[in-house]
Structures are given as structure tokens and as C-alpha cells.
């Protein structure tokens, strides 16, 4: 089935500093989600994105839906020790289900 | 708030049991989606339903059955269950088919 590119697989950082991930496909999105999954939970939902160059904001966490409507990026500013987890993106290609990434797994370094 | 519930956090089978997991959400939504999630290849959908009696498979439908008798309700079901399906899997659901999607706390289940 189809999929998306999510990038970096995992990340290994200091406490405090920001943190970089995105994602990627090859065809057009009208919505873009971003969810963040604790060790042993369901994936909760983070950030909803709705429209092409929205950006959006969450506490320390700030997402854009890409101009060209075939990516998304998520940032996390100071990072904390509960910031560990896995984050996903997603999102729904035109006519088509949602699909999710492969995840980002991040790791703080107290 | 939605709520979607699993009723299980942890399950152990035997090989060869029939397995039922079942989900329950409270928001009236009209599809739920099964998934499983194994380390290093994401979510993976495995069927998916967008009305009562409705369903549809996903990617990895073999070796799955569901049933939604009930809207709030839909069952995951393993005929006779093998190892290569100890894995977490998730249940999830979303008023239309292309919106945010709330999931369970994910039901482990290890089949030895």
C-alpha cells in the first residue's frame, strides 16, 4: 500500500535541545496529523493541519503542512525528558484512507 | 473527550486459539480500523469498517476476521491464532474516513 516517508527512523538528544523530524509522499494531502505514542499506549493525537503553508502550535511543539501539500514537518523546541516516544505523522492522500508514517523514535538524554 | 477502549492491555494465547479483541469508542464515529504495530514497520492496517456490518481489509488482512454488529463496537478476531501474530495491535475510529483518527491504549498479545 502506499506510504509515507518519515524521517529521521530515531533520534538521540540531549535535554533542552530542538528536535527536527518530517515527512514525505508522493501524492497530495488535504490534512496532515501528527500523534505522539508512549512506551506501552495508543498513539494520542498531537496536531492537526487542515490547509498548505499552515503552521501550527502546541505548547513546544510546532507543525507545518507543506506548500506543495506532499509534506509535513514537526518540531519540538527545549526538549524534556517526557518528550520520549514515538512520533508518527498522517495523513489521507486524496480519495484515499488514512495512511501513517513509519515513525520517529525519540530519545532525551536527561 | 473520545474515548475508545480496548479490552485488554495484555493477552497470552495459545497457538491455534481463536483470539477475540475487542473495542469499544463512545463518540457515535463512523469508522473503526484495526492495526497491528511491530518495531520497525509502523502501523499497519489490517481491516477497517465505515458502518455497522460494513468492512473492508486493509494491508494485512490474512489470518484477521472482524465483526461490527454495533456501531460503537468492533471485534477483532484471529481463527486460530499463530506466533507470528504476537504483536500490539491497535483499534481506532474517526467520524469520516479521512479525519483525525483517536485511538485504544493497545492490547499486547503474545501467542506462544
Known amino acids: 500500500g502506499q506510504q509515507l516517508n518519515q524521517s529521521p527512523q530515531s533520534m538521540f538528544i540531549q535535554e533542552g535541545e530542538d528536535v527536527s523530524m518530517n515527512c514525505t509522499s508522493s501524492?497530495?494531502?488535504?490534512?496532515w496529523l501528527w500523534y505522539k505514542q508512549d512506551p506501552g499506549e495508543g498513539p494520542v493525537l498531537l496536531i492537526a493541519l487542515y490547509k498548505a503553508g499552515e503552521l501550527t502550535s502546541n505548547g513546544r511543539l510546532t507543525a507545518q503542512f507543506g506548500i506543495t501539500r506532499k509534506d509535513s514537518f514537526l518540531n519540538i523546541s527545549a526538549s524534556i525528558p517526557s518528550d520520549v516516544g514515538i512520533y508518527f505523522c498522517a495523513g489521507p492522500p486524496i480519495g484515499g484512507k488514512l495512511i501513517f508514517g513509519q515513525g520517529t523514535e525519540l530519545s532525551v538524554k536527561p | 473527550d473520545v474515548k475508545v477502549t480496548q479490552s485488554s492491555r495484555y493477552l497470552v494465547k495459545r497457538t491455534g486459539e481463536k483470539v477475540f479483541l475487542e473495542c469499544v469508542q463512545d463518540m457515535d464515529h463512523e469508522n473503526m480500523f484495526w492495526y497491528r504495530q511491530d518495531p520497525g514497520l509502523g502501523l499497519r492496517l489490517i481491516y477497517f469498517s465505515y458502518d455497522v456490518k460494513m468492512k473492508e481489509k486493509g494491508d494485512i488482512p490474512e489470518g484477521y476476521s472482524v465483526s461490527r454488529e454495533k456501531k460503537e463496537r468492533f471485534s477483532l478476531i484471529l481463527e486460530s491464532a499463530s506466533t507470528n501474530q504476537t504483536s500490539m495491535y491497535l483499534c481506532?475510529?474517526?467520524?469520516?474516513?479521512?479525519?483525525?483518527?483517536?485511538f485504544g491504549q493497545g492490547t499486547r498479545l503474545t501467542v506462544v
Open positions: 481506532a475510529s474517526s467520524f469520516g474516513s479521512n479525519t483525525e483518527a483517536f
Open positions: 501524492s497530495i494531502f488535504n490534512t
